[in-house]
């Protein structure tokens, strides 16, 4: 019954939503067709995180676009940053993008990474991601909408 | 029986290189493609089939960056690791029974060139002195020490048959022997090197390529501090590999379609036939990843001493048929 329903699934329309529109470039920095990142989450509520899984999920297919998440920053070509950058976490930020070779380009997603959002008063929250590095693509809404997260990484690689 | 003339010929060099640019263009489109079948299975739409072709194009134009405490050994290691697939694979009848340096093709050869590599990488994988990088090696060498004698057995298993050891030698036999494909020692042999192919090119249930989580990684770990073009080297030198080994599984059991001669129309035709066997070979795998989850770390070896046992089987079989 398994294996029959696998062979199924092969031939079944993807439940995967289709893009309102083309893709419209969002930084100058371009990646045709290929883009691995590296998440970092520099002091996030987790918000942000549920939203880009879902980006990746069957419905929006962030994958199709030529986008991964890959485990390590020297594999990667960008950070995709959460969060406003809290005191625990300036330090391996700024390590994690060092190690990410050229040309590289930062994402920040979410309210938090753009301008510190809710958590800007907080007591360990040290800056905001433009304070240790500008971001080249801002993706905002708290926790922004996955298919907003698809479409600015669409604008990076231009399919 | 034994193996073919020793001269090199133009047309079996032609051969050889065809075979290379194979490997090295369809080893990536291969991963593509299973890529394409899980997420087809998972439903999501997938990247296209030439994504790895666009990952490496990439990579190769990045920056070069190092390791602060690397050495030597994490630039040598990636050309080491193409290189040693790119000869195998050159030496290994794929397209073709009679490739140029067909006698030198011995099993032991090919066997200990891929296992080149595999020490090459496990070096690498020591080299800047990172954690996950040493656990990795040490986990992808456990594994490779118990394969290897598996892989050794299995195709001492077909070469009772034959009684040779060279692999297109092997292949050539089949075709003038179609019986031999169905026989016991075959099958049984078949499901020791799938095995071994499955646990030596990481795949699941031996190691998932695609996680994100370092404890549970074997062969992605030694990997993780190369970065641009030496990253672009390694992940061609892995996909060429996982295509080397397909090709050369399903030659050595379903050989027909393999150019005997090398002239005129043979070359092409078999080369059709090899993308078609090795493509369905890796829709299969992929079902089969799909359906599966990785195994425990201690049950690999579990795993491993079946497929050896499968393959101790096959030569009694081997033994007491001929």
């Known amino acids: ?159 | 029986m034994g193996a073919a003339d020793t001269s090199i010929t133009a047309m079996g060099v032609v051969a050889s290189l065809l075979q290379v640019a194979a490997i090295v263009i369809g080893g990536p489109l291969l991963l593509g493609l299973m890529a394409k079948v899980r997420a087809r299975v998972e439903g999501r739409v997938g990247a296209p089939i030439h994504q790895p072709l666009l990952d490496l194009r990439k990579q190769m134009r990045k920056e070069r960056i190092h390791a602060e405490h690397s050495s030597a050994v994490l630039i040598v290691v990636p050309f080491v690791f193409v290189s040693t697939a790119a000869v195998a694979g050159a030496i290994a009848p794929l397209v073709t029974t009679r490739p140029a340096l067909a006698t030198s093709a011995d099993i032991l050869v090919i066997v200990y060139l891929l296992l080149a590599g595999s020490v090459a990488l496990a070096l690498a994988g020591l080299d800047a002195g990172t954690a996950f990088g040493g656990m990795g090696s040490s986990r992808a060498m456990t594994i490779g020490a118990l394969a290897e004698p598996a892989l050794l057995l299995a195709v001492v298993a077909m070469s009772i048959q034959s009684g040779t050891s060279n692999v297109p030698a092997i292949v050539a036999d089949t075709l003038n022997h179609p019986g031999w494909s169905a026989s016991p020692q075959r099958l049984l042999s078949l499901g020791a090197l799938i095995i071994v192919v499955v646990a030596e090119t990481g795949r699941i249930p031996v190691d998932n390529p695609s996680t994100h989580l370092e404890l549970t990684m074997i062969h992605e770990a030694m990997t993780l501090e190369y970065a641009g073009p030496e990253l672009g080297l390694v992940s061609l030198g892995e996909s060429m590999r996982l295509g080397l080994l397909l090709a050369l599984t399903v030659n050595l059991f379903i050989p027909w379609g393999v150019a005997e001669q090398t002239g005129g129309l043979a070359i092409p035709l078999g080369l059709a036939v090899l993308i078609a066997k090795v493509a369905m070979l890796g829709v299969l795998i992929s079902l089969f990843e799909v359906r599966s989850a990785k195994l425990r770390l201690f049950q690999v070896p579990e795993l491993l001493a079946g497929a050896f046992v499968l393959a101790m089987l096959a030569i009694v079989a081997g033994l007491v048929t001929t």
Do not use: W
């Open chain 1, 1 to 159: 019954m398994r294996s029959r329903s696998v062979v199924r699934s092969l031939f079944a329309k993807p439940v995967t939503e289709s893009p309102p529109r083309p893709p419209s470039a969002s930084t100058e920095k371009r990646f045709p067709g290929s883009l691995q990142l590296r998440h970092v989450d520099a002091g996030s509520c987790n918000g942000c995180e549920l939203e880009i899984t879902s980006a990746f999920a069957p419905t929006y297919d962030a994958a199709q676009f030529g986008v991964r998440l890959v485990a390590s920053p020297r594999h990667a070509d960008g950070l995709l940053v959460t969060g406003v950058v809290t005191r625990n976490m300036s330090g391996p930020l700024r390590k994690t993008l060092e190690a990410v070779p050229n040309p590289r380009v930062v994402v920040a997603c979410g309210d938090c990474a753009i301008n510190g959002g809710i958590y800007s008063q907080g007591y360990g929250v040290e800056s905001t991601l433009a304070d240790v590095v500008q971001p080249d693509v801002v993706i905002p809404g708290c926790p922004p909408h996955p298919s907003a997260i698809v479409e600015s990484l669409r604008g990076i690689t231009e399919r």
